[in-house]
Every structure is written in structure tokens, then in C-alpha cells.
């Protein structure tokens, strides 16, 4: 139970966030890979933040415009009565700002392998922006969205410095693998501690060994 | 009549288009390259400008010189994809694969085709989109030499059973004389000349087609065979050209150049030039410091002599002349 709530809230989260992260991730990396607009850098920009900006900070900023009196989180109190920090919502928000960038870029790449005059093609035979994208562009970049849902999946179940942060240490709530371990070394519990480490490092291991053999099957078709 | 009127600017370059095509056969668009064929072609289909009606509204067959076939779908799935999505059906499939000789390859993956095949391919996508109209940017330049010879009779058959009017841009003199009816020609994003082909073509006041590309195309029937040649008889004479064409009643077109035309005072006894032909001088055009270009009356047709003004001098050569044209080579249509 120990080993399994924990677990199993990070990989609820983990599902949720990519989910997420593939319906709004999708647009962004469309229009990052096809615009010609003058404020392209600074949106890519935004969106590659998270890779390099310290958890804590952006857990920081997130807190603010999450709680009660911030932005977002004062409205959220409005509309649903409860707060966003602290509970499951607001980590799934921060989740999703946090991997953004892991389910962007995989995408973005593959779009923009996609020759510009292949999509012009399909335009002239009739279909629309949006039956291009799903007819042409989505089947050629499948490489792209597998990318950018192990990506954004695997990030998020080893997230720690954001979550500690915008959701704290509440059971069943909030209280994530990553977290969870870090209470158990604490508390001196190295063995359940070394439990769950175990789950994370076997399961990194696979994720990205099945990705880049995948990718090798691919790309030597 | 089909009415283009396009205008348009990117960067320094400015394309304006004002003319009308006849709604029947092939127009060429010719022109150097940078002097806007691609982006009319683009205004058309509505790829250039962003207002105006959508593209895939625009009932227009797009064939790019490039084919890039989706490579997710089959043959099939490629030809399919703009019938699917066409509002009318006028064109049928099993025709046009036919005409375009795709019949076996419909199951196959576009990366197992050679780039001819891919094209015939494209082609028929565009087709059975059941366009009002087809544009062709340059649908041969991609290929080698071979590849193209392979697919210039598709060609042909496209030109005599096509119902639909092609719009053909080329860069290509042959090619042009070879499919098309009508002729635009584009210089600096404007039209210099526009009409039927054999007019156009054979116009020496327009500079791109005084240079290089200064020829004319006649009509002749095929007559008879002899020693792997072909006798064509143009009205009022007979011109000779490599290879067996069927003798039948119909007219073909022969491209002459007027770097292959010279013209003799009296008949040559001893030649190895096949074709001499007895002409009367119309005009000459001097074209530079050094060269000029005769029109040369064969009867009901014309042909262009490029030639320098030191021999027009020497041999005294004016309007009227009775002379002879030695043409050293001639290019058959089909």
C-alpha cells in the first residue's frame, strides 16, 4: 500500500498530464514549426523555459499564481470553491507547464521534417487546413507524438522539486512516488525508500531503451 | 476564355498578371527562371496570398515539379485522396490510370517508384480531382533526360484526350513547342507576348525568344519512310527528321531552331544536309552587334534563320530574295 498509492497517483497524474499535454502541445508545435511571425523565438522561448529553469523556481511562481490570492488560483476558488494549491488540479496545471516543453519539441521536430510542399499537395486536392493535418501531417510525424507522450509520461513521474512546491505532502492527494521517497529517506526508511527508487530506475531504463529502439526500427526503414 | 488577372508582391519582386486564356488545350507559361511562372501558378491555386478563397476550395490540379506523393498511403490511396475529396466527379479512375500507365503499380508504396513513375502518378491525383483546371510547374524538370523522354508521350496523350485546360509552365522551348497551344510568355513578373502558339513563338520582338530560344514550330503531315527517317510534308516542300512516324493523315509539329537554319544563295550539289528548302527572305531583324534573325517564307509557314550580319552583308541579302534554307536539324512532336 505503501509502495502502491504513491505510485499509482504518480502515474494518474503522469497520464492526465500527458493528455493534456498532447491537445495543447499539438497546436503550439504546429504553429512553432509553420509561422513566419516575428514573436516565433520568443514563444519558443517560453515553452523551452522549464527545461532549464531550477523546479523550485518555477514551483515558486507557480505557488503565487496558483494560490488563493493569485491569478489563476483566485478564480479557480471562484468557479469550483476549492483551492488549486495543494490538490490534484493544481498539480496536473503544473505538471503540464513543467513538461510542456518535453511534449513540444518532439512534435515540433517532426513537423517541421514535414516538406512544405507535401502539405501544399494535399491542400490542392481538396483538403482543409485542419483534414491536412490529420489525413498528412499526423500520420507522417507519429514519431513526433510517441516522442512527446513518453517524454512528457516519464517526466512527469519523476518530478519532485515542482510538486514539493505547488502540492506539497498530502496522501492520496499530492503525495507522489518522488515524494514519497524523499519522506522515506527522512525518516531513515531506506528500504521502502530503496522500493520505490528501484520502480523509477527500472522503469526510466525501459521507457527509454524501448524509445530509442523504436526509433532505430524506424528510421532504418 | 479563363481570365488570370493576379497581382502580387514579395520583396522586390512584383508579379502582375492581366491576360485570358482560351478554355480549351494547353497554355505554356514561359519564361526565365525568376521571372514569376511558379508564383502565377501559385496566385491560381491560391497558395501565394492568404485572403481570397481557400485553396481547397478551388477546384484546381496542382502538379508540382516535384511530386512528393504521400508516403503513407498506396498508389491507390495517393490517386484516391483528391477524388475522395472532390465535389464533383467527372473524371473517372480507370481511364486516367490507364492513360498514365499506373495500372500496376497502384499497390505499391511511393518509395519503391522512379521519379517518372511518381509523377504519372501525381498527375493522375490531380486529375481525379476533377479540376476545372490543371497546372503543371514544371512537372519534367526534375527528371534526367531519360525519365523525361519516357514521360513526354504521357504527355501527348494528355494533350489529345484531356478535356480540361493545362495550364504548362516550362522553361523549356522544346517542351513548350511540343504540348502547348497557347503561349504566355512571362518576363519580370509581366506578360511580354500572349497568343497561339505558332504565332508566339516565332516572334523575333521579344527578346527572350530572340536569343536561345529563337525558332519556329510547323505543322506537316507524315508521308513516307526511308533509311530510319521520316518524310513530312509541310505544303510546299518535304522536311526529312530522324525516326519512323506513323504515316497517317495528321499533321505533327517540327521544332526548328534558328541556330540550326542557314541560308545558301544557290543550291548545294554537295551536302550532307538533307533538308534544303526553297524560301523566299520576309524580314530581317538584327538581333545584336553580330547576328540576326531572317524569316524565311516556305509557303504558308515561316521559318527563322540565325545568322551573322557580316554573311547578310556579304552575300547582300535583303527582303524578297529567293534564296534556300539548309536546316540541320528538325525535332518531331510525338
Request: with cysteine.
Amino acid at each position: 500500500m505503501n509502495l502502491f498509492s504513491p505510485l499509482w497517483l504518480s502515474v494518474q497524474l503522469a497520464l492526465v498530464t500527458t493528455a493534456v499535454l498532447l491537445l495543447i502541445g499539438t497546436p503550439i508545435a504546429w504553429w512553432l514549426s509553420r509561422t513566419s511571425s516575428r514573436f516565433q523565438p520568443v514563444i519558443q522561448t517560453i515553452v523551452a523555459m522549464p527545461i532549464v529553469l531550477p523546479p523550485t523556481v518555477l514551483g515558486f511562481y507557480l505557488l503565487v499564481l496558483l494560490g488563493p490570492d493569485g491569478a489563476i488560483g483566485s478564480w479557480w476558488v471562484q468557479l469550483t470553491g476549492s483551492a488549486l494549491t495543494f490538490s490534484f488540479s493544481g498539480l496536473v496545471i503544473a505538471s503540464c507547464i513543467y513538461s510542456l516543453p518535453f511534449a513540444v519539441q518532439p512534435m515540433q521536430n517532426a513537423f517541421e521534417a514535414l516538406p512544405q510542399q507535401m502539405l501544399e499537395r494535399s491542400r490542392t486536392l481538396g483538403a482543409s487546413r485542419l483534414d491536412m493535418f490529420f489525413s498528412v501531417a499526423a500520420p507522417l510525424s507519429l514519431r513526433g507524438f510517441v516522442g512527446a507522450m513518453v517524454l512528457s509520461f516519464a517526466h512527469t513521474l519523476g518530478e519532485f522539486g515542482v510538486v514539493l512546491m505547488v502540492g506539497g505532502n498530502i496522501p492520496g492527494e499530492t503525495r507522489v512516488i518522488s515524494i514519497a521517497i524523499y519522506d522515506h529517506v527522512e525518516t531513515l526508511n531506506y528500504a521502502a525508500a530503496h522500493r520505490m527508487s528501484l520502480v523509477l530506475l527500472a522503469f526510466a531504463f525501459i521507457t527509454l531503451f524501448v524509445m530509442f529502439a523504436v526509433n532505430r526500427r524506424w528510421s532504418s526503414r | 476564355m479563363i481570365v488570370l488577372r493576379h497581382k502580387v508582391r514579395k520583396g522586390s519582386f512584383s508579379l502582375d498578371v492581366d491576360v485570358e486564356v482560351p478554355d480549351t488545350g494547353i497554355t505554356g507559361v514561359f519564361g526565365e527562371s525568376g521571372s514569376g511562372k511558379t508564383t502565377l501558378l501559385r496566385c491560381i491555386a491560391g497558395l501565394e496570398q492568404e485572403d481570397g478563397l481557400p485553396v481547397h476550395k478551388r477546384n484546381v490540379g496542382y502538379v508540382f515539379q516535384d511530386p512528393t506523393l504521400f508516403p503513407h498511403l498506396t498508389v491507390r490511396g495517393n490517386i484516391e485522396y483528391g477524388a475522395r475529396r472532390a465535389a464533383s466527379h467527372r473524371v473517372d479512375s480507370a481511364p486516367v490510370v490507364d492513360m498514365l500507365g499506373i495500372g500496376d503499380l497502384l499497390d505499391r508504396k511511393p518509395d519503391s517508384l522512379s521519379g517518372g513513375e511518381a509523377q504519372r502518378v501525381a498527375i493522375a491525383a490531380a486529375l481525379l480531382r476533377s479540376p476545372d483546371i490543371v497546372l503543371m510547374d514544371e512537372p519534367l524538370a526534375s527528371l534526367d533526360r531519360r525519365r523525361k523522354d519516357e514521360l513526354l508521350p504521357y504527355f501527348d496523350r494528355l494533350h489529345d484526350e484531356l478535356a480540361v485546360p493545362v495550364i504548362y509552365v516550362s522553361h523549356d522551348i522544346d517542351e513548350i513547342s511540343r504540348l502547348c497551344d497557347h503561349l504566355i510568355l512571362l518576363e519580370d513578373g509581366k506578360v511580354s507576348a500572349c497568343g497561339d502558339l505558332f504565332d508566339v513563338i516565332s516572334r523575333v520582338d521579344v527578346p527572350m525568344l530572340s536569343g536561345q530560344n529563337a525558332g519556329v514550330v510547323l505543322w506537316a503531315t507524315p508521308i513516307g519512310h526511308e533509311d530510319g527517317l521520316t518524310r513530312f510534308d509541310f505544303g510546299d516542300g518535304d522536311i526529312w527528321a530522324p525516326g519512323e512516324f506513323a504515316v497517317d493523315r495528321n499533321p505533327m509539329r517540327l521544332r526548328v531552331a534558328a541556330s540550326d537554319v542557314s541560308i545558301v544563295r544557290e543550291r548545294p550539289s554537295q551536302t550532307t544536309i538533307l533538308n534544303v528548302i526553297r524560301a523566299t527572305i520576309e524580314a530581317v531583324h538584327a538581333v545584336d552587334s553580330a547576328t540576326a534573325l531572317v524569316r524565311l517564307g516556305i509557303g504558308n509557314q515561316d521559318l527563322l534563320a540565325r545568322v551573322t550580319n557580316r554573311s547578310i552583308r556579304r552575300l547582300g541579302l535583303k527582303p524578297g530574295d529567293r534564296v534556300f534554307a539548309q536546316i540541320k536539324s528538325v525535332t518531331v512532336r510525338h
